[in-house]
């Protein structure tokens, strides 16, 4: 049995590719073979190519109990010659039938199909017509440029309960657009060499886990050299026996942090905030809603599935919001606890980012990094100290560095785009991928940009309400642009045309331009942005009827 040790990546990933070579059949394998995953289940950990046959040595993953079904009609289709070659047979794995998953939430198998043309680099694997599994899957040998360099990760998962993968991406990356990379685990322990030309900050996060959408964001650190550690149970932290100097520079940061927090007993304010119900820490208007909303939720738990359910259960929501944006969320005793903390949080932050900009390295940064994200978050006035601090100390080394941009984008979207501010410029790609800029599109009109996505039910339900405000509107100076963000453009095509929208429709495909992040919204479902003729917002996230009745206001005449 060959030690499963398999790695798929998205097209801005490479991995590792090793070639071995038998004297008789002059077999050429490729491990970790680079390619772009179309689906989240299953993995190409190796292929093996000679003139009587190739090889895919693959890993199924889903739930256990829950069924995963791939059909014996799949081909590959070469890359360089457009060539088909048929699957011959799987081993290990019944075709054409729905296969449960045993306990352990994972299979492994061989898939046989016809020998490829040694002018193939590469292949597409299509399951069934329309249902592509990877795209440019590497069956020949990729070469590392000499500005590449190799992090090594190996180390053990300690946790009673089964992990058999851990997911790896970028530190932004959210794994509905681009899907994460995937390192084996096998016996609770893993070993993986990743291959970059620059120093990146990554995520790592047990696959179990993010099934059951609850889990760990743990960050790591890559640059060249070994890391040997263990990923703990319940917590965002990882044990270091050997690792690079990013990594442990990253763990000196946490635990001084952590040792100032202790220093100021922390704990006991979290404690007595802890113990308070809910009676004590709410106004009682807010408390009032919780009862309400707790009532919603036992109700819809008996009921199932209802829309006048869901509608209120979202009124109350924004209820709530509206409360808390108030500031008549909590109570006067819960309040002051809140202001204790975050005064003691203040001080301690501000401190450590001072020292930090000292040596303003990408484990600093990255801290940084999340101080801006928390202050824009709950709208702190630390936001401008800390930009400035990155301005000052770290974006002469770091601005170019895919976190510096990111920073740069969502702080100038925390102090930007808000109700009465320009309307920043941006720009997307039509469907057919031609550039587009959006400001053009809207410039002197009443314009509602919709963020949606395909995969996004409630974007497309708020998109849905649009389009008769948009049809009573569009001969009046009132416009809809539309922009998905989509994994592939495909996605988006079906979308629109089972909603029917009838407006303009760009597409940020894998957050090439970070759309969602420069209107500030992160990896939230969508939003909705109205712009008035002088470019100016005039409001953020409205219904439908708000915006007919802004719109009614100033063209209904």
Not at 533 to 542: D, F, L, M, R, T
Request: hydrophobic residues 35%; glycine residues 6%; negative net charge.
């Amino acid at each position: 049995m060959i030690h499963v040790s398999f790695f798929t990546k998205n097209t801005l990933a490479v991995g590792i590719a090793v070639l071995f070579m038998t004297n008789a059949a002059a077999q050429t394998v490729v491990d970790y073979p680079d390619s772009q995953n179309h689906e989240d289940y299953i993995e190409v950990y190796r292929t093996a190519t000679d003139h009587k046959q190739t090889v895919f040595d693959v890993t199924v993953y889903n739930l256990p109990g829950y069924w995963i079904q791939l059909s014996s009609a799949g081909v590959l289709r070469g890359c360089q010659t457009g060539k088909t070659y048929r699957m011959v047979k799987a081993e290990g794995f019944e075709l054409d039938k729905q296969v449960v998953m045993p306990d352990s939430g994972c299979r492994d198998f061989k898939c046989y199909f016809e020998p490829i043309d040694a002018r193939d680099q590469a292949v597409h694997w299509i399951d069934v017509e329309n249902d592509t599994l990877f795209t440019a899957l590497n069956v020949c040998p990729v070469s590392h440029s000499k500005e590449m360099f190799a992090c090594r990760i190996k180390g053990t998962v300690a946790d009673e309960r089964p992990c058999v993968r851990l997911l790896f991406y970028d530190f932004d990356q959210d794994n509905r657009v681009r899907l994460p990379l995937s390192i084996p685990v096998r016996g609770n322990r893993f070993d993986y060499t990743y291959y970059t030309d620059k120093p990146e900050v990554k995520i790592l996060t047990k696959w179990n886990e993010y099934m059951e959408g609850s889990w760990y964001v743990i960050p790591f650190f890559v640059e060249q050299g070994e890391n040997e550690i263990t990923i703990l149970p319940e917590s965002q932290d990882l044990e270091l026996h050997r690792a690079t100097a990013a990594n442990q520079e990253w763990k000196r940061i946490r635990l001084e942090t952590d040792r100032r927090g202790d220093e100021c007993r922390l704990d006991e304010y979290y404690k007595t905030m802890r113990e308070m119900s809910p009676k004590q820490k709410l106004t009682p208007e807010a408390f009032a809603l919780h009862e309400r909303l707790q009532a919603l939720y036992a109700k819809k738990e008996k009921q199932g599935e209802d829309q006048a359910l869901d509608d209120s259960i979202d009124q109350i929501y924004k209820q709530r919001a509206q409360l808390k944006e108030a500031q008549k969320m909590y109570s006067p005793e819960y309040t002051q606890l809140r202001e204790n903390v975050d005064g003691i949080w203040s001080l301690i932050n501000r401190t450590m980012v001072t020292q930090m900009a000292k040596s303003p390295s990408l484990p600093a940064l990255y801290r940084l990094y999340q101080l801006i994200a928390e202050a824009i978050d709950e709208n702190s006035p630390e936001l401008r100290p800390y930009y400035q601090i990155y301005q000052r100390s770290f974006a002469p080394l770091w601005s170019e560095h895919p976190l510096g941009k990111h920073l740069e984008y969502m702080t100038q979207a925390g102090i930007q785009m808000k109700v009465g501010e320009q309307y920043p410029l941006f720009e997307a790609r039509d469907l057919d991928g031609k550039q587009v800029s959006v400001n053009g599109l809207i410039k002197g009109k009443w314009a509602l940009i919709d963020l949606w996505a395909s995969w996004c039910g409630p974007c497309r339900q708020h998109s849905e309400e649009m389009i008769p405000v948009y049809r009573k509107y569009a001969d009046k100076g009132f416009t809809v642009v539309g922009i998905a963000r989509e994994q592939n453009v495909s996605d988006a095509l079906e979308a629109i045309r089972e909603d029917g929208y009838p407006w303009m429709q760009l597409i940020d495909l894998r957050d090439e331009f970070c759309i969602w992040l420069r209107h500030g919204i992160g990896n939230s479902g969508g939003c909705l942005f109205l712009v008035d003729p002088e470019g100016k917002i005039a409001a953020i996230h409205p219904s439908a009827e708000e915006v007919e009745a802004i719109l009614e206001q100033h063209l209904g005449h």
